[in-house]
């Protein structure tokens, strides 16, 4: 592992992840636990594709959990839901970030009425014109939500169901 400015902020070597790949025989989601980077991160992916989650230092301990969580959603497709210009890394995209209201109402508008949760909330993948379909999820705000929220429940239900 060797640390990098861009993203993401450690770099593995090549021929650790391709012996990695030939002993598991299939695509995984390597986590990495970096005591001493600050940040939390992973590459937006899909469930069928490698990809890195990096745990790091910053926040506090009892977090920690809902953080990998989050990171764990961006590996399995979740966009960020928050409109702060950090997210601005995250495209917006299906399932959780619609650019336009018509796009949302396509995605999750079978839920709007029958969970008070779900709705049409300004602000997603850092871009306050974007729509969400919840308040809070861990998606949005790890530090406060309690789960990922109805809309992104149903896409990882369906998503982790096509593995079996």
């Not at 986590?31 to 230092?57: H, Q, W, Y």
């Not at 709007?112 to 998606?139: E, H, Q």
Request: glycine fraction near 8%; aromatic fraction near 10%.
């Amino acid at each position: 592992f060797k640390k990098a400015r861009d993203f993401p902020p450690l770099k593995v070597r090549q021929d650790f992840l391709d012996d990695l790949s030939k002993r598991l025989g299939s695509d995984y989601k390597l986590v990495i636990m970096d005591a001493s980077g600050p940040r939390f991160c992973a590459e937006l992916s899909l469930k069928n594709k490698t990809s890195l989650i990096i745990l790091g230092k910053a926040g506090p301990k009892e977090s920690l959990g809902k953080f990998f969580l989050h990171e764990l959603g961006h590996s399995l497709g979740l966009r960020d839901e928050s409109f702060e210009v950090h997210a601005k890394d995250s495209p917006a995209g299906y399932p959780n970030c619609a650019t336009r209201r018509e796009e949302a109402q396509k995605w999750w508008g079978d839920m709007t009425g029958k969970d008070k949760r779900v709705d049409y909330v300004n602000g997603c993948c850092g871009n306050k014109n974007y729509f969400r379909p919840t308040i809070a999820s861990l998606m949005n705000d790890a530090n406060k939500a309690e789960d990922f929220g109805p809309v992104n429940e149903r896409y990882l239900r369906n998503t982790l169901a096509e593995t079996k």
